[in-house]
């Protein structure tokens, strides 16, 4: 098959099977494993025709970029409220999983002490790319989420460079204990100064306007790139903790495009991690299935039942960490595409240099990786539910903005038991919320704060609601994205905003609510003439016409808010994604007073 062919079937492939996951609601690893699997050792469609040495520098450059993606993500300020707990995860935690599951690949898997010891330190990893949708899926609140982020990304380098210090130390002649030593520091150097410091002047250069805005995403990509490949000649095997660190830094930099460089960088870790998980696969042959056995089976089932609670048992012993949060982690270590390079890395290089039993080493983790998916995937909402680490489903509103007229909607929604979350700078404002019983937060809703501290997972729509437009239309662009850009609404731009032609776009701004007549000032103006935040149930003989019917013409003389179904569903009311009601529903309304079905 010609290259291009072949790169078009592994990019479709991939991708196919990642929205196959998403429809079926199926662990997204698991269905790409099996993906390439099926196009490698069992059809023989995809044979790369690469070297070895070849294909893992590739796959290297590519894990490099994924996990340089994912430490962008890691926020320093989530260590001042679980920095505790991620301290023991981070610096005790490795080294204990590294010695429980070397014990147990050697008594269990029957491996032999070297190529036990490689696994061990390859099993340290807990996969980034596989805990994030896992989180998404369970609605972890965001400290229990944070712990398991921190300890994804931040010891997935860790892992690696253990692996390849036990790899050099068991194959390299002359190698001993002081100049595995040296490795280590050597490593450490290298990410402190490539890493850290180059992270650090790239966001400078950056900061200054030295490079056009169209070429950061692409330049930083290369950056990456060069920061792996460096890092690697300084110390084999050390360019992941780099570019790790250079993550962490570059995200913590408070750069105004982070979230441009962020989204790119997102954009490309999916298509690296469909191929990965494609290529690496494919690379298996079918007499590799032959290596497993019972013995693996006890392995896995010690490394989920054993090794990992006793892991985190011992490294959380007298920290201050929820037991909830505990007994999460001690179940929780689904392993990704950093362990399946790894294993195909140094698999067929201590096969070359003497050790035939590494020759399992690519299997065993393939069926780790598997288990884990499928395991900690399917009960993961069960157990935070169980633990009350889970939020409610998502099913109310999130309104910034405390003003009188956003007073009286928020009363309305919470009479009908609907979730409302009303923000706002200023405490004074929001001192009536608080003395009706609606929850409130005292805070800039823009601020790093809000994002790290507010949760909002339990909350469905995002209503923009304060007297500036344009402040209105940056709330829904930043904070948008947490709720879906359909469910991102903002009231409509004054009358004289709208009748120009330079009005903003909605690529700018959020969508309207409830029609283009609820500006904040006609609003507030109804609000004094009477009106009012009303509640009416639907029937069989009453529904959305008759209320119509005798409210009168809509916009002029009464305004539809929102929905709630007889199922308990809510939403409110977009012109361009109306819903439909039907009997059972309650509608809420703003009309003036006394114009209920009933009065």
């Known amino acids: 098959m010609h290259g291009a062919t072949l790169l078009l079937v592994i990019l479709a492939a991939g991708l196919a099977s990642q929205w196959l996951a998403?429809?079926?609601?199926?662990?997204?690893?698991?269905?790409?494993?099996?993906?390439?699997?099926?196009?490698?050792?069992?059809?023989?469609?995809?044979e790369i025709g690469l070297p070895p040495e070849q294909l893992t520098e590739l796959i290297g450059l590519g894990v490099a970029i994924i996990l340089f993606e994912g430490s962008m993500e890691l926020k320093l300020g989530e260590l001042r409220r679980v920095g505790h707990g991620i301290g023991r995860l981070t610096i005790l935690g490795p080294p204990l999983a590294w010695l429980f599951g070397t014990l147990a690949a050697h008594y269990l898997a029957g491996l032999s002490w070297p190529v036990a010891t490689v696994l061990g330190a390859i099993l340290v990893v807990t996969g980034p790319t596989v805990i994030g949708p896992l989180v998404q899926q369970a609605r972890l609140n965001k400290e229990s989420a944070a712990l398991l982020k921190w300890e994804g990304i931040a010891n997935d380098p860790v892992g690696v460079l253990l692996a390849v210090l036990t790899f050099q130390y068991f194959t390299v002649a002359g190698e001993d204990f002081s100049t595995t030593l040296l490795s280590l520091g050597m490593a450490l150097a290298a990410a402190a100064s490539l890493g850290g410091l180059g992270g650090w002047l790239t966001g400078w250069v950056f900061r200054r306007g030295w490079v056009p805005e169209h070429l950061k995403p692409p330049i930083l990509m290369v950056l990456v790139l060069v920061v792996y490949w460096l890092s690697n000649l300084v110390q084999h095997e050390s360019g992941l903790l780099s570019v790790t660190v250079m993550g962490l830094v570059i995200g913590n930099m408070h750069l105004v495009e982070r979230e441009v460089l962020q989204h790119f960088k997102e954009n490309l870790s999916v298509i690296l991690l469909s191929m990965l998980f494609i290529v690496i696969p494919s690379q298996l042959e079918l007499q590799h299935f032959g290596l497993l056995d019972w013995h693996l089976v006890v392995f896995v089932a010690a490394m989920l039942f054993v090794v990992r609670p006793a892991t985190i048992g011992l490294a959380t012993i007298g920290a201050p960490m929820r037991k909830e949060d505990k007994l999460l982690l001690a179940w929780i270590a689904p392993r990704g595409i950093v362990a399946a390079a790894a294993a195909s890395i140094f698999g067929p290089g201590l096969v070359a240099r003497g050790y035939p039993d590494a020759e399992r080493l690519l299997p065993i983790?393939?069926?780790?990786?598997?288990?884990?998916?499928?395991?900690?995937?399917?009960?993961?909402?069960?157990i935070t539910r169980r633990l009350d680490l889970a939020a409610r489903r998502a099913n109310g509103a999130l309104i910034v903005g405390a003003n009188r007229w956003t007073h009286a909607l928020a009363a309305a929604l919470q009479e009908l038991r609907v979730d409302v979350l009303v923000a706002d700078a200023s405490r004074r404002r929001l001192a009536p919320f608080r003395d009706d019983g609606i929850q409130t937060y005292d805070g800039e809703i823009l601020s790093e704060d809000a994002e790290q501290r507010l949760d909002v997972q339990h909350l469905s729509f995002l209503l923009a609601a304060t007297d500036n437009d344009f402040y209105n239309a940056l709330v829904c662009k930043a904070r948008g994205g947490s709720f879906g850009r359909h469910r991102s609404l903002q009231l409509a731009t004054n009358r004289e905003a709208r009748e120009k032609e330079e009005r903003m776009t909605l690529q700018h701004r959020g969508y309207t609510a409830f029609g283009s007549d609820a500006d904040y000032d006609s609003l507030v103006k109804r609000l004094d003439q009477g009106w009012t935040v009303q509640a009416t149930r639907l029937d069989d003989d009453f529904g959305l016409q008759q209320l119509g019917e005798h409210l009168g013409e809509r916009g002029e003389e009464w305004l539809l808010l929102a929905g709630l179904s007889a199922q308990g569903k809510f939403a409110l009311w977009v012109e361009n994604q109306p819903f439909a009601p039907a009997p059972g529903w309650t509608l809420l309304y703003f009309a003036p007073a006394g114009r209920s079905p009933g009065g």
């Open 22 to 46: 998403w429809r079926i609601k199926f662990p997204t690893i698991v269905v790409l494993i099996a993906a390439g699997i099926l196009l490698g050792p069992v059809t023989g469609v995809i």
């Open 365 to 382: 983790v393939f069926l780790l990786i598997i288990v884990t998916a499928l395991a900690h995937g399917l009960s993961i909402g069960v």
